[in-house]
T-cell receptor, first 110, second 114 residues
């Protein structure tokens, strides 16, 4: 049983397209994080959410606590957005453990 | 550059051996987290320390142990290594404990067990 499910697993988009990555979770959470992992392996934290919506540049993250769902949107996608995007939740159900989705591999074609 | 350093970058060793991975958090960060990323399991949370004390424990095997020292650097010890322990090990740090703080990830240590 996966506590965090992401979709899609793989995504290919043309430059300029609007992209949505979804994350659903089954545990009670304190916070949800969106991470970006570059092809070289490095991980960067994009957002931390506990409610509502956050925007940073072309990236927007939303969370619906009642529906246990979060989305990451990328507007006007660019080839440099090509990376793996990972959803992670901090669960208070199980003693403040982090659970990770399997990631969405995004490729943006020029 | 996140400000989190991890050494070594690569480590190749044999089954049954013991290794130590080191992490230095960003200046001012009191929390250190350890994660394992393998091809078949994805990212998994291992353990968290805050100001020298263990705060949360995830899927950490009994063969693995960690500690955070008074200067706040942390070490992850892996013993009786098995082929399946081959993975990328990430350390991250944050200012405080709890999931409300942004985590800054180190570049990782790639462990290969032959």
């Amino acid at each position: 049983k996966n506590e965090v499910e992401q979709s899609p697993q793989n995504l290919t988009a043309q430059e300029g397209e609007f992209i949505t990555i979804n994350c659903s979770y089954s545990v009670g959470i304190s916070a949800l994080h969106w991470l970006q992992q570059h092809p070289g392996g490095g991980i960067v934290s994009l957002f931390m959410l506990s409610s509502g919506k956050k925007k940073h540049g072309r990236l927007i993250a939303t969370i619906n606590i009642q529906e246990k769902h979060s989305s990451l949107h990328i507007t006007a996608s660019h080839p440099r957005d090509s990376a793996v995007y990972i959803c992670a939740v901090l669960s208070w159900d199980t003693g403040n453990q982090f659970y990770f989705g399997t990631g969405t591999s995004l490729t943006v074609i020029p | 550059d996140s400000g989190v350093t991890q050494t070594p970058k690569h480590l190749i060793t044999a089954t049954g051996q013991r290794v130590t991975l080191r992490c230095s958090p960003r200046s001012g960060d009191l929390s250190v987290y350890w994660y394992q990323q393998s091809l078949d399991q994805g990212l998994q949370f291992l353990i968290q320390y805050y100001n020298g004390e263990e705060r949360a424990k995830g899927n950490i095997l009994e063969r693995f142990s960690a500690q955070q020292f008074p200067d706040l650097h942390s070490e992850l010890n892996l013993s009786s290594l098995e082929l399946g322990d081959s993975a990328l090990y990430f350390c991250a740090s944050s200012v405080a404990t709890g999931g409300y703080n942004e985590q800054f990830f180190g570049p990782g240590t790639r462990l290969t067990v032959l």
